[in-house]
């Protein structure tokens, strides 16, 4: 029998996997609650974070249902999931990525392409950073989640800041953006309040690449990330109930 490469998974499907296989043996029956994300967390000596992925993962599998204020449920356990299960995913695929690992991979790499864009931007740069802002806007005002103006806010400043790689880079961001795992959690801890909030911290950090002052660009992008990467993290508690 050939051998074949052995490629490491990434952490949050090795959750999952351990997580799925007890619901599948039976130790967390069906219809049984599973214990809470930080108790989770001790046992099986990862970050809070980290869980979260491997049960957003496990919910797009429909093999648990969370109920905000009650706790996160086993929903089925014969091991016959509604979509591919987490562990015949790609890890090469940003659709698979895990959402909190690339919200702090971005508070990293996006914050200096902030400031090289206060540094490089043209004309053309600033007025796409303005249009992706107000595009923003006026689908908070519709009620939707503005993510093609979000989107299309964050590519314009990378592409002002005038290496191709970090474009790249950050466009991959937003194919992960756009996976299941990360519009799932969305689902949870997006809603207009938090909108709005968003569409403020976008607004200093546009502001501050006009001024041309790459350390504000920089500091601005960073909290805006690291508040997203808050709001994301937060307790299921705090979600909506839908």
Avoid at 99 to 127: C, F, H, Y
Avoid at 132 to 159: N, S, T, W, Y
Avoid at 194 to 207: D, G, L, N, Y
Wanted: proline share 4%; charged share 25%.
């Amino acid at each position: 029998m050939p051998l074949h490469t052995v490629a490491p998974q990434r952490l949050y499907r090795q959750i999952a996997e351990q997580l799925r296989q007890l619901m599948v043996s039976g130790e967390f029956g069906l219809g049984s609650r599973l214990p809470a994300e930080r108790d989770l967390a001790v046992q099986l000596g990862v970050s809070r974070p980290s869980v979260r992925e491997a049960l957003i993962a496990l919910e797009v599998e429909g093999m648990i249902e969370v109920r905000t204020g009650s706790g996160i449920y086993v929903r089925q356990n014969t091991g016959t999931k509604s979509t591919a299960s987490t562990a015949e995913l790609d890890d090469n695929t940003p659709a698979n990525w895990g959402p909190l690992e690339v919200m702090s991979a971005r508070i990293l790499v996006e914050a200096e392409v902030a400031a090289l864009a206060a540094a490089n931007a043209q004309k053309g740069d600033l007025k796409a950073i303005k249009s992706g802002l107000q595009q923003m806007k006026l689908e908070a005002a519709r009620d939707e989640v503005p993510r093609q103006g979000d989107e299309a806010f964050h590519e314009a400043i990378a592409q002002a800041c005038g290496n191709s790689v970090l474009l790249d880079t950050v466009q991959r961001y937003w194919m992960a953006r756009n996976g299941p795992l990360f519009e799932r959690l969305g689902d949870y801890f997006e809603h207009p309040v938090s909108w709005q909030t968003a569409i403020a911290e976008h607004m200093e950090v546009m502001q501050a690449i006009e001024a041309r002052d790459s350390s504000a660009a920089r500091k601005a992008m960073q909290k805006h990330l690291k508040q997203a990467h808050k709001r994301y993290s937060a307790s299921w508690r705090r979600a909506p109930a839908r």
